[in-house]
């Protein structure tokens, strides 16, 4: 292979691989999506607006309501300190019941309620009371990460 | 009295994966006869202790002994057969055994077939196993022993995760996964034995490549089944969701398929020696990193059992093959020089290379969008997670490249080309792909990613149709014979490269498939009153009555659903919600009608339950998934031939004047190398 071929085809790769470079780096930038725990969103909530979030805590007893005809849902999701209004479409989960732990995947939007495009309820076997003083992060542990199975 | 057994053969495995890693390794070297036997004998051993301790288990899950520890985790008495015979994988410590045995089994069979063959690279590669045995076997042995003895022995249990008894294909994702994952170990084992043995010649290549093909297929096939799985039991209507657990089995399929690919540069043209070491091994370290995320609970899933101390030894392991891997490479970088070099841009060869640079870049997108949570936790503490969103926007182009060299790589001769040789080559397929977007086009289609797809998909089949005409073309002319007879011929003779082509298509059928899929699905959701009926697309919906139903190890609700197709009754589709004693949460069993065309899915997903006089139903017209599956099977057919023996000619005085003639049609003779 001749000289000048070989500079060609190093210069292909090297665009090659800046173009996938690029792709990775816009790719991750846009779709990292942020766990926030009510007091974390509301502490933060005019930079977060409109981005797509994770809202973590537990829903707040008495705050469900859901119309079967519309499918839309609502609810409130709580900490120890803050309080964050949901609002979704479409039936709730089997075991959505007041006072347990939900990861809610949608945006925060200007009007202070956020969008749920997506509802997990975090299944563990016993009831847990609404807490006190957890962390964030460990409010983070118990809700995403699970310590038994599935 | 089963818990004596297992731990017994247990520990006769873990020691003779010991013997047979100094053995082997010392064998190798001193290349005594007596040491090369030992080796073998060893193998077999640790295959037969693993095969003792598998059957105690099974004998204990079989008769619920539930003074085995792990039985008493996963066990009960309600649970049907089929799912209590399986549940051997369905948590950590049996599914480690599992593991293990599949393990011994490779070690067992390379070790049969090879009894009489490439003894300076099979003693080698049997301790390699070995070494990797007794890490899994000495798991087996302390920190995940499924024989651990429970006392008072419990009158029953609790059951397996009623995930994982929900489906029929459990049976097949598990194994079909494990067989993948672990036979992955087999190439690593003769390239750390090459380097050992310092034989760093294409032998260890060819010796490896069925036991490369065959554990590639396994995880191809292991890989759709979990989607088909996730398809028929989450409920959600998709097959795919880029779970990290998905990932983890994803990435060594990645490098796995860069490797069978880079390996024919190799054979053909002595190039490429480090780099084909250094794909194995990263796609066996892939596999144990797969391993480690699905076993270590770093991760939420589920598929994640998590058990504290397992995760730290997966880790350590991990970085001892990896430092290890790397010092034997430094070590023998002298026998490492390839010989070849690229003669021309545009060539097969070059083609691979491209192909293998896409790959890793796949393999690290993958990789980094997987970890990356856990990375940003670690430096400054954000929890962040990364979606779907990312691996499509990035994946999807990268896959799209790889569909198009899928068609240039197999119609491009080795070495060097002409320009004319290549519009002879290319212009037809250039064609029928510029028809099918144009197609595609006055159809409506407007969305480029999918356009795309068509169009390469059209591009690669019919490189791929060209090639087998030629084939037959050449075979008629040399053996005289019937097209079909030809047909039959260059697939039993040439069984390699014919299969690759068959994998080839049923590659393009699940590309295209994923691309349709993902592009019109549609659905909607709706609570309906009995007698109600719900639109969507031509499909008509009405709901007619909640049942519920007693099972011996389950309680089921089903919603019964008449569905119309433009007017016409279909029949009833039953979706349904069970609850399991040990699950708070109801496991769905979505309802699925599939005809080639699209499948139509319903999920229940609330019902009125005290007078079951409504219930909310999510319906999805999903177009174009029964071909994925379709898909996997052809694969799966195609890399069945490719590592059937082939049918040596039976007329050898013929073969130079084939080969001679078959060079002019395109030579398949000469490039009797694919996959």
Same mark, same amino acid.
């Given at each position: ?40 969103? $509301? ?41 964050? $209004? ?65 | ?196 043995? +310092? ?8 010796? !490896?490549?069925?036991? !490369? ?52 540069? =190799? %054979? ?5 020696? !480090? ?17 480690? &995320?699905?076993?270590? +609970? ?12 397992? /995760? ?27 010989? /070849? ?42 929890? *962040? ?46 064609? *029928? ?18 356009? &795309? ?34 047909? +039959? =011929? ?38 309906? @009153? ?20 007693? %099972?011996? =190890? @389950? ?29 708070? =949460? ?23 339950? %005290? ?23 052809? *694969? ?40």
């Amino acid at each position: 292979m001749g000289r000048s071929k070989k500079l060609w085809a190093g210069l292909g790769i090297v665009a090659i691989v800046a173009a996938i470079a690029v792709l990775i780096v816009g790719g991750l930038s846009e779709n990292v999506v942020y766990f926030l725990t009510p007091s974390e969103l $509301q502490a933060r909530a005019a930079d977060v607006v409109d981005q797509p979030l994770r809202l973590g805590g537990q829903v707040k007893p008495g705050s469900r309501s859901w119309n079967a005809e519309t499918l839309d849902l609502r609810f409130v999701v709580q900490d120890s300190l803050s309080e964050v $209004q949901v609002k979704s479409t479409g039936a709730p989960p089997a075991m959505f019941k007041e006072g347990i732990g939900v990861v809610v995947e949608g945006r925060y939007r200007e009007d202070g309620v956020f969008e749920a495009t997506n509802l997990m309820v975090k299944h563990s076997n016993e009831y847990e009371p609404p807490h006190d003083e957890r962390t964030p992060q460990e409010m983070y542990e118990s809700l995403v990460k699970p310590e038994g199975t599935s | 009295m089963l818990n004596i057994i297992g731990s017994a053969a247990v520990t006769a495995a873990l020691l003779g994966a010991l013997a047979v890693a100094v053995v082997g390794v010392v064998a190798g070297f001193s290349r005594r006869p007596a040491l090369i036997r030992a080796a073998r004998y060893g193998t077999y051993f640790i295959f037969g202790a693993m095969t003792v301790a598998v059957a105690a288990m099974e004998t204990a899950l079989l008769t619920h002994d539930f003074s085995v520890e792990y039985v008493a985790k996963v066990g009960s008495r309600e649970t049907p057969l089929y799912y209590t015979a399986i549940s051997l994988w369905s948590s950590l410590e049996g599914s480690i055994l599992f593991w293990g045995w599949i393990l011994a089994g490779y070690g067992a069979l390379v070790a049969f077939v090879n009894r009489r063959s490439l003894s300076r690279l099979v003693p080698f590669a049997e301790g390699v196993m070995g070494i990797v045995g007794i890490f899994f076997f000495g798991l087996l042995a302390t920190a995940a022993s499924p024989f651990g003895e429970v006392f008072p022995v419990p009158a029953n249990g609790p059951g397996p995760n009623p995930l994982l008894q929900n489906h029929p294909l459990m049976g097949l994702h598990p194994p079909m996964l494990y067989l993948g994952y672990v036979g992955l170990a087999v190439p690593f084992s003769f390239a750390i034995g090459a380097l050992l043995a +310092g034989k760093l010649d294409e032998e260890w290549i060819r010796a !490896t490549r069925r036991w !490369t093909v065959a554990p590639w297929a396994f995880l191809s096939v292991g890989i759709l089944a979990g989607g088909w799985w996730s398809y028929e039991v989450l409920g959600w209507g998709g097959y795919w969701a880029w779970d990290p657990v998905e990932n983890a089995s994803f990435l060594p399929w990645l490098t796995a398929t860069a490797f069978l690919h880079s390996v024919m540069v =190799q %054979e053909r043209r002595g190039m490429l020696k !480090t780099w084909n070491l250094s794909l194995i091994i990263g796609t066996f370290l892939l596999t144990l990193f797969g391993t480690f &995320l699905t076993r270590s +609970g770093i991760l939420d899933s589920v598929h994640a059992f998590t058990e504290g101390v397992i /995760g730290p030894l997966f880790l350590a392991f991990i970085a001892i093959v990896m430092v290890a891997s790397l010092v034997l490479i430094a070590w023998r970088s002298d026998r490492l020089y390839a010989p /070849g070099s690229l003669d021309a841009v545009v060539s097969k060869e070059s083609s691979f290379i491209l192909n293998n640079l896409v790959f890793v870049a796949f393999t690290f997108t993958v990789l980094l969008g997987t970890t990356f949570p856990l990375i940003v936790e670690a430096v400054n503490g954000n929890r *962040v997670s990364v979606g779907p969103p990312y691996f499509n926007m990035v994946t999807v182009p990268l896959g799209l490249l790889l569909l198009f060299l899928m068609g240039v790589g197999p119609a491009l001769p080795w070495r060097r080309t002409t320009a004319e040789r290549i519009r002879g080559a290319f212009w037809l397929p250039t064609a *029928v792909g510029s028809i099918v977007l144009v197609v595609g086009l006055l159809l409506g289609v407007r969305r480029v990613y999918p356009l &795309l797809t068509f169009a390469f998909a059209g591009f690669v089949m019919t490189t791929i149709v060209e090639e087998f005409r030629k084939g037959v073309q050449a075979r008629r002319r040399i053996a005289g014979v019937s097209s079909v007879r030809a047909f +039959g =011929q260059i697939l039993t003779r040439n069984s390699r490269r014919y299969g690759g082509y068959i994998v080839h298509t049923g590659i393009v059928i699940i590309i295209v498939a994923l691309a349709i899929s993902g592009s019109w699905r549609f659905e909607r959701e709706a609570t309906l @009153r009995s007698g109600e009926a719900m639109l969507l697309g031509a499909y008509g919906i009405r709901f007619d009555e909640v049942w519920g139903r007693e %099972e011996p =190890q @389950r309680f089921v609700v089903g919603a019964t659903l008449t569905v119309f197709h433009e007017g016409e009754e279909l029949g009833p589709m039953q979706p349904r919600m069970n609850y399991y004693p040990n699950s708070e =949460q109801p496991i769905a069993t979505p309802a699925v009608r599939s005809s080639l065309k699209e499948d139509l899915y319903l999920t229940l997903m609330s019902f009125d339950a %005290e007078e079951g006089a409504h219930a909310t139903v999510r319906a999805i017209v999903n177009p174009a998934v029964p071909w994925l599956w379709i898909g996997g099977m052809i *694969v799966a057919l195609g890399a069945i031939l490719a590592v059937a023996p082939q049918r040596k000619s039976r007329r050898p005085e013929f073969v130079p004047a084939a080969a001679a003639v078959a060079t002019e049609a395109a030579s398949p003779k000469e490039e009797a190398v694919t996959v």
